[in-house]
């Protein structure tokens, strides 16, 4: 398997390079901070690095710093795009999988070649996923199947994103389940877990969306409160595989003690407070 180093680097600013192996060169990112850090964290890609660096330490040429190895060992490709990368660490302390991604606010240039985006006006985001727990098979509640198929829950994009204009919930019956908020918006199935959503985005693993409460194998993204919310909510499986209750993420009142919270007991009471 390809081998990955991470290497401490005190100049221009302290820094982390996070390096892959890849053909005969390291694909390289310098790291804001170092990849156990909590959350998301900025990066910015570099150009590719000789091999050698996989097993050197010391100054670098050129009055340019010096590099001390923070981790190695391999790492394998689960998902390559020019503007996306998923990859599965087996070092010692950076283990599991971890997405990297390239933003900008003009994503019609995501599709161009990695060597590109490079140069471009933009930045890349690099976040480490909570490790794997054993697999289930999760079910989606009988009735909200039933639900789309009776068109009284969004059964497309364009569905779901008609209730930003118009929304399907009263404010007052947002009011029972959650007293703060006064809208709702439901997701349009494929309906995801939260890892895999958060393989896509890294919102979830951020320390404001309180990652350790929820389990990501175990919760199932239906909804949130509107646009600007940052507020998911889901269905948790943890108390009963069969028939899961529903929870909703609170914020606190600066935003840095929040905390995943019951909205519901079942599904079929969370439909039946919204009036569906």
């Known amino acids: 398997m390809p081998r990955f180093v991470v290497l401490t680097h005190d100049h221009p600013f302290l820094h982390w390079d996070l390096m892959l192996e890849h053909g005969d060169s390291l694909r390289t990112w310098r790291l ?9 964290i900025t990066a910015e890609a570099l150009g590719n ?9 010391g100054p670098v040429s050129g009055g340019r710093g010096t590099v001390e190895r923070w981790d190695a060992g391999t790492y394998e490709t689960l998902e390559s795009t020019s503007n996306r990368l998923v990859v599965r660490f087996a070092g010692k302390k950076l283990v599991g999988v971890a997405p990297l991604r390239w933003w900008s606010a003009r994503p019609c240039l995501s599709n161009l070649p990695a ?5 471009l006006n933009g930045h890349w985001t690099f976040w480490r996923l909570p490790p794997e727990g054993p697999k289930h098979a999760l079910k989606i509640p009988r009735l909200l199947t039933q639900l789309i198929a009776e068109g009284r829950w969004p059964a497309t994009d364009a ?32 309906f995801l877990t939260v890892r895999e959503s958060a393989l896509h985005n890294p919102y979830c693993c951020d320390p404001h969306s309180d990652p350790a409460g929820i389990d990501f194998d175990l919760a199932i993204c239906i909804g949130d409160f509107g646009i600007g919310s940052d507020s998911p909510i889901l269905l948790d499986y943890r108390p009963n595989i069969e028939n899961p209750r529903v929870i909703r993420l609170k914020w606190s009142a600066y935003g840095d003690a929040n905390k995943w919270v019951p909205m519901a007991a079942d599904f079929a009471t969370f439909v039946t407070a919204l009036g569906l």
Not at 49 to 57: C, K, P
């Open 49 to 57: 690095h000789r091999l050698a660096y996989l097993d050197y330490e």
């Open 115 to 119: 060597e590109t985006l490079a140069r």
């Open 159 to 190: 569905e779901a994103g008609e209730q930003n204009r118009t929304p399907l919930i009263p404010a007052e019956r947002v009011r029972l389940l959650a007293p703060e908020e006064t809208q709702i918006y439901l997701n349009a199935p494929p």
């Open 32 to 40: 804001k901070k170092p990849p156990d850090a909590e959350g998301s």
